[in-house]
């Protein structure tokens, strides 16, 4: 079967760094993405990695290994706003999305 | 710019009751249409996508339909809920012939079916 598998939830402190991780399994690969999701809200996309090796952007940057099915979403200097939960999808050989649980990000002061 | 709206934003519903869901797109012509559900703790659930009017594909067999009247016009349906069919729905759309598929989500509709 398919499957995705990320953290439930992580906590960090303001001005810090995190790193969520990803972990994948699926029927091929087209691409993984990023997604923050806000509580009560919609999915926002954040990242999209079909490569090996980092993709940055801004304070955020998102790494893939696809000969590990791995990757992580690195937030830098972390604001209270980054209080979210991160999803982790990957797109597989029939160009479906397959959805991890996400990851509950709490920012302490 | 291309916006996507959905609703009712909030609905409780009894078992037994019918269900509307409507979802339109604007700003861009001939999207892919999805509706997701969202359970806590699990991952989004792809319940069915659209590449056209009329054109309707399941992924998950339940008591739910989906219907497309027009290009941009999404409908999720149920003639009777169950109690399972409380969740978070999303609406979601995506263009055509692009290198990767991102996708754009409404702002979510929360059923409670009691």
């Known amino acids: 079967g398919q499957n995705i598998d990320q953290p439930t939830e992580m906590t960090a402190t303001e001005g810090a760094i995190v790193q969520i991780n990803c972990t994948y399994q699926t029927s091929g690969f087209n691409g993984l993405f990023w997604y923050q999701q806000h509580a009560g809200e919609a999915p926002t996309f954040l990242s999209y990695n079909v490569l090996d090796g980092l993709e940055e952007k801004g304070r955020f940057s998102s790494f893939l290994s696809r000969s590990k099915g791995y990757s992580y979403l690195l937030l830098k200097e972390l604001q209270m706003k980054d209080s979210a939960s991160y999803l982790c999808a990957v797109m597989d050989s029939n160009y479906q999305l397959i959805w991890g649980a996400g990851t509950k990000l709490i920012i302490k002061p | ?114």
């Open chain 2, 1 to 114: 710019s291309q916006t996507i709206h959905q609703w009712p934003a909030t609905l409780v519903q009894p078992v037994g009751s019918p269900l509307s869901l409507e979802c339109t797109v604007e700003g861009t012509s001939n999207p892919n249409l999805y509706w997701y559900r969202q359970a806590a703790g699990r991952g989004l659930q792809l319940l069915f996508y659209s590449v056209g009017i009329g054109q309707i594909s399941s992924e998950v067999p339940q008591n739910l339909s989906a219907s497309r009247p027009q290009d941009r016009q999404f409908i999720l349906s149920s003639k009777k809920l169950l109690l399972s069919d409380s969740g978070f729905y999303l609406c979601a759309w995506s263009e055509k012939n692009r290198d990767f598929g991102e996708l754009f989500f409404g702002e979510g509709s929360r059923l409670t079916v009691l």
